[in-house]
């Protein structure tokens, strides 16, 4: 495993404090290192921030690096709090169901594209999205999608009628579903 | 059970979950320990490779945000300048922004530690031997360590606060004026826009001799300021008052008796303008001023008011026209 053994050696510069093998591993290892965060957080400014932080420790415990072993393992180890702990949040998050759910027909659509859009790039987009919203559909629209509460529980705290929050929220994803159409988005999730 | 749950993290990683096996993915991750979870992303991690990829840019721009937050630590070599001048333009540092050097196992090895401030802003350091400088705006600085001394380079203004260790003098090098000290605080005005060197004792004691000359020593007393003429390599002394001289550190802009061209030269550094003089003939008048956390319409307004010149202020460029007679 010739591999290896360059790896070693990197660290074993690494850990005379060398910055040229820091820079090395970097080269090597950030690019997996971001598709495997980004898979799990679904999040592109979630994995740029990991991978920043992650080689951060990896510079700041430098001398306690092992030579021994791989340096993929390692910096899993270095890395892995970090991404469970983003991991569990995003996946509880109440508007990650939609999310998932619009990956889904997308799939189902168009299952040829390679294209995968993220959840913060939907986020982004629906942001914008929501701009188009009166305030009252806005309101409810985040109560419903983003804190995750039902139809009644919205009614008793914006004090509406059951019937009045469902107008609202169904002229709410009905002019989402226009905006998003204008981003290519197939936008089927919302109904 | 374990079989069920492997598919639909792999579904999930690959964004082709379906959503009504979702819920049941989630609640299992929720049951699980970090323990467990740690060994099932370790598994994917080490026999994967095919990830989204990571475009170059944004691949750079973690690198760069990475490198504002490390220390920026180069072997010495003869290509050192050119290098500072790259370590230059990777490191800025926002107003009053503070980086603490990470120490080192070994405090004194030839490894070189550069920071600058740049643009309107300050930034206070701790060197690898513990000393702390305070860097003003538009100032540089570089500190290695040779032959049992402690080496700092030094462009701009610095308050330094050396930490005692007699056995490795500290020196700061500011172009061939050495400033050698034991374990003191004293500050040092070298802008190299100007021809002078000002290095003001504020305790302890300090030797300063120029490379060229390097056996005529001279010694500063606390409360005193050497000023070095880089021209005629010359140095005289004169009192000061340590208030006065370290009035920068707590945003405090003071002049004393001094030329409005010098006086110009210093807001144009503080504020991060360029200042026009339209009107030479001013330039020698002396003033005295004190401002504190001022914006830079207010001070012009004193100075206006107070020397009868007007002046136009057009983003980041002031003009001084001409002077009102009285």
New interface residues.
């Given amino acids: 495993m010739p591999n290896l053994f360059i790896h070693s050696d990197l660290v074993k510069k690494l850990k005379e404090g060398s910055y040229e093998a820091f820079d090395a591993l970097y080269n090597l290892y950030a690019d997996s290192l971001y598709g495997f965060v980004l898979l799990h957080t679904k999040s592109r400014v979630q994995a740029e921030d990991i991978v920043g932080e992650t080689f951060l420790k990896v510079w700041s415990m430098r001398a306690s690096l092992s030579v021994e072993g791989s340096f993929k393992a390692m910096l899993f180890t270095i890395a892995k709090n970090h991404v469970t702990d983003i991991f569990r949040q995003q996946i509880n998050r109440p508007d990650f169901e939609e999310y998932i759910r619009f990956c889904e027909d997308k799939n189902l659509l168009d299952n040829t594209s390679e294209e995968k859009i993220y959840y913060d790039e939907l986020i982004e987009k629906l942001a914008i999205a929501k701009q188009k919203l009166t305030p009252a559909q806005r309101n409810i629209f985040e109560l419903s999608r983003e804190e995750g509460l039902n139809n009644s529980e919205i009614a008793s705290l914006a004090n509406l009628s059951e019937q009045t929050v469902k107008n609202h929220l169904s002229a709410a994803l009905k002019t989402l579903r226009i905006e998003l159409r204008k981003y290519n988005y197939l936008f089927a999730l919302f109904i | 059970m374990e079989n069920s749950f492997q598919k639909l993290y792999t579904q999930f990683?690959?964004?082709?979950?379906?959503?009504g096996k979702?819920?049941e993915?989630?609640n299992s991750?929720?049951r699980l320990s970090?323990e467990e979870?740690?060994r099932h992303?370790?598994d994917?991690?080490?026999n994967?490779?095919d990830?989204?990829?990571?475009n170059s840019e944004?691949?750079q721009?973690?690198?760069e945000?990475?490198y504002k937050?490390?220390i920026?630590?180069?072997k010495l070599s003869s290509t050192f300048w050119t290098r500072m001048a790259t370590a230059v333009a990777i490191v800025a540092f926002c107003i009053v922004s503070s980086l603490h050097f990470?120490q080192?196992?070994k405090p004194y090895?030839p490894?070189i530690f550069q920071a600058i401030a740049s643009g309107n802003s300050k930034v206070q350091l701790t060197l690898p031997d513990k000393s702390s400088v305070k860097l003003n705006s538009e100032s540089s600085l570089s500190y290695y360590f040779e032959k049992g001394k402690r080496i700092t380079k030094l462009n701009g203004e610095g308050y330094f606060q050396v930490t005692r260790d007699e056995k490795h003098p500290f020196i700061v090098q500011v172009g061939d004026l050495n400033i050698e000290v034991l374990g003191t605080s004293f500050n040092i005005y070298s802008y190299s826009d100007s021809d002078v060197i000002e290095t003001s004792l504020i305790e302890g004691s300090i030797r300063l001799f120029d490379s060229k000359n390097p056996t005529e020593t001279y010694m500063l007393r606390p409360s005193q300021k050497a000023i070095y003429s880089r021209n005629d390599r010359k140095i005289r002394f004169q009192d000061t008052d340590n208030i006065k001289e370290t009035a920068w550190l707590q945003n405090h802009l003071v002049f004393e008796s001094e030329r409005l061209s010098t006086v110009f030269h210093r807001i144009e550094r503080w504020y991060g303008v360029k200042i026009t003089l339209m009107c030479p003939e001013i330039a020698n008048d002396l003033i005295s001023g004190s401002f504190k956390d001022e914006q830079l319409p207010y001070v012009m307004e004193a100075l206006k008011i107070q020397y009868g010149f007007n002046y136009e202020l057009t983003g980041n460029n002031v003009i001084i026209t001409k002077v009102n007679l009285k």
Avoid: A
């Avoid at chain 2, 990683?13 to 959503?19: A, F, Q, R, V």
């Avoid at chain 2, 990830?51 to 990571?54: A, T």
């Fill in positions: 990683l690959k964004g082709e979950i379906k959503s979702f819920e993915l989630k991750i929720n970090d979870l740690f992303m370790e994917y991690w080490l994967h490779n990830y989204p990829k990571l944004r691949k721009r973690i690198r945000k990475l937050q490390i920026y630590r180069k990470i080192s196992n090895t490894d």
